[in-house]
Antibody, heavy 118, light 110 residues
Framework: QAQLLESGGGVVQPGRSLRLSCAAS????????MHWVRQTPGKGLEWVAA????????YYIDSVKGRFTISRDNSRNTLYLQMNSLRAEDTAIYYC???????????WGQGTLVTVSS | NFMLTQAHSVSESPGKTVTISCTGF????????VQWYQQRPGGAPTTVIY?????PSGVPDRFSGSIDISSNSASLTISGLKTDDEADYYC?????????FGGGTKLTVL
């Protein structure tokens, strides 16, 4: 079955950078739209970014445009989120998720915590 | 921009049936599939309903989903409530290629 494993979270100072990774297995990674979604502890879910199966199309929430970059390496079955110029308000658990396709439901990873603090 | 709204919380007794609603604004709820996610405290979201009314394997048939075009809303119904169903429930749909979430409904089973 599908598995998604995020990594790369941690504590970082405002203005610095961090790269998150999401290792996929158990499904044909290169066939799926993939997403990053974040959640501030105690709050709701916020979609952050999405990427098409071949990586040619990328979409972002306005608050991260120009600072975050979503990418993927289909040869490594891995999704990435490069986060630059981090702000305190970017502090959240970041989840990667595969979109629905055909008979298959969306599936989420377990998340990785990013804390932006001086 | 398409938005989804949910009640903040709902509570019901074990064994009863509860319905959680998700109302669409600035667009039709029927234009894109609606999914429902369950998130238990400290856990990641898991899919309980996708494509309006389909259940992933492993999700009990006590969970069902529907949409109502007249009210522009989607609903998640959980019958035979168990204490284990206590969680936050989020609806999700699409605005173009981006995901749109409702604010989440906290279900208390007491």
């Amino acid at each position: 079955q599908a598995q998604l494993l995020e990594s790369g979270g941690g504590v970082v100072q405002p203005g610095r950078s961090l790269r998150l990774s999401c290792a996929a297995s158990g499904f044909t990674f290169s066939s799926y739209d993939m997403h990053w979604v974040r959640q501030t502890p105690g709050k709701g879910l916020e979609w952050v970014a999405a990427i098409s199966p071949d990586g040619s199309n990328k979409y972002y929430i306005d608050s991260v445009k120009g600072r975050f970059t979503i990418s993927r390496d289909n040869s490594r079955n891995t999704l990435y989120l490069q986060m630059n110029s981090l702000r305190a308000e970017d502090t959240a658990i970041y989840y990667c998720a595969k979109d629905l396709r055909g008979d298959y439901a969306p599936y989420w990873g377990q998340g990785t915590l990013v804390t932006v603090s001086s | 921009n398409f938005m989804l709204t949910q009640a903040h919380s709902v509570s019901e007794s074990p064994g009863k049936t509860v319905t959680i609603s998700c109302t669409g604004f600035s667009g039709s709820i029927a234009s894109h599939y609606v999914q429902w996610y369950q998130q238990r405290p400290g856990g990641a979201p898991t899919t309980v309903i996708y494509e309006h009314n389909r259940r992933p394997s492993g999700v009990p048939d006590r969970f069902s989903g529907s949409i109502d075009i007249s009210s522009n809303s989607a609903s998640l119904t959980i019958s035979g409530l168990k204490t284990d169903d206590e969680a936050d429930y989020y609806c999700q749909s699409y605005a173009g290629s981006s995901w749109v979430f409702g604010g989440g409904t906290k279900l208390t089973v007491l």
